[in-house]
């Protein structure tokens, strides 16, 4: 049996490419060569932002809060992987796919990955001062989550779930933003993000599941085993479930239910195509996540905005 090539943790493209050495290696550490991260972290509270309302009317919608969002996003995530990579450096350095990264690597010393985690936070800062107080005090509240994940693997056979509540986290913050309180259509929303990422983060754990068995390191991948198409398809159904529940508290019309047909559909297709063993494969689904977040988001545009005509 031929075994699958390992897929590399880090790719050299675009204009990470073009930096010097030094400049290029707190990008790789902050994952700017991999952008699907940062989109991941932004839809969730890009969805919220439109089914809230947010954008209607056309002419005068919070469209700005979407680029502060994304702004926060990119910082944020960037902070998060350095603040991971600082934690799991000794278990990166254990796997194949992951040891050359910069710190495990020693490109990067410790020193200066702290300095970089600070300077990426205060971006972060400069984003959560645009927001209300109620939106800054929700926003603030992910910490504790976010500085628990890293831990999660050791822990529990589910770390996609707290990621999922990390990941998740920039749909109550896009909610309270644009409503200042929440509701139980923020929550279905919430909800449906969190099982979403489980969905697609058990599908990039499948790269891995060879060395995190060796090395202990917990995964939903591993912890479903050989039945991990249908698991991926019952967290992805369980999302859909409830992002139709959350549209039509929004907007009570059949027709709100057709909006998520398309992102049902992509859905549909990671999991009828996903191949457990094939590395390439799965990070291929993973990434096609960026295009279902974009699909979840015109549904969430045009549900949000009909009820607030």
Not at 15 to 26: Q, T
Not at 191 to 203: E, L, P, R
Request: proline share 5%.
């Amino acid at each position: 049996m031929t075994a699958q090539p390992i897929v590399p943790d880090s790719e050299h493209k675009g204009l990470v490419a073009r930096l010097p050495a030094k400049a290029r290696a707190f990008a790789l550490l902050a994952r700017f060569d991999r952008p699907i991260g940062w989109w991941l972290l932004f839809w969730p509270g890009a969805w919220a932002i439109a089914l809230a309302g947010g954008l209607a009317p056309l002419g005068s919608g919070r469209w700005n809060l979407l680029l502060w969002f994304l702004l926060g996003s990119i910082a944020m995530r960037g902070a998060g992987c350095v603040y991971n990579d600082i934690v799991d450096r000794d278990l990166d350095a254990a796997v194949e796919r992951t040891r050359s990264r910069p710190l495990p690597s020693g490109i990067v010393s410790l020193k200066a990955a702290w300095a970089w985690l600070i300077a990426l936070s205060l971006i972060g800062l400069v984003v959560l001062l645009q927001l209300r107080l109620e939106a800054q005090v929700v926003a603030l509240a992910s910490l504790a989550l976010v500085a628990a994940y890293p831990f999660m693997k050791r822990i529990t056979w589910w770390p996609q779930a707290w990621l999922g509540m990390v990941f998740s986290w920039a749909a109550p913050v896009g909610w309270v933003e644009v409503t200042g309180g929440a509701s139980w259509t923020f929550a279905l929303l919430y909800a449906g993000s969190i099982a979403w990422v489980i969905g697609y983060d058990t599908i990039y754990a499948l790269q891995d599941i060879e060395d995190d068995a060796m090395i202990g390191v917990k995964s939903s991948a591993r912890a479903m085993g050989r039945h991990v198409r249908a698991g991926t398809a019952i967290f992805y159904a369980i999302a859909v479930g409830c992002w139709a529940a959350g549209f039509w508290r929004t907007f009570a019309d059949p027709l709100a239910l057709l909006a998520l047909v398309p992102v049902a559909g992509h859905f549909a297709w990671q999991v009828a195509t996903l191949r457990p063993a094939d590395g390439a494969g799965a990070l291929a689904r993973f990434r096609s996540n960026r295009m279902a977040g974009f699909l979840m988001f015109l549904a969430c545009a045009v549900v949000g905005t009909a009820a607030a005509l």
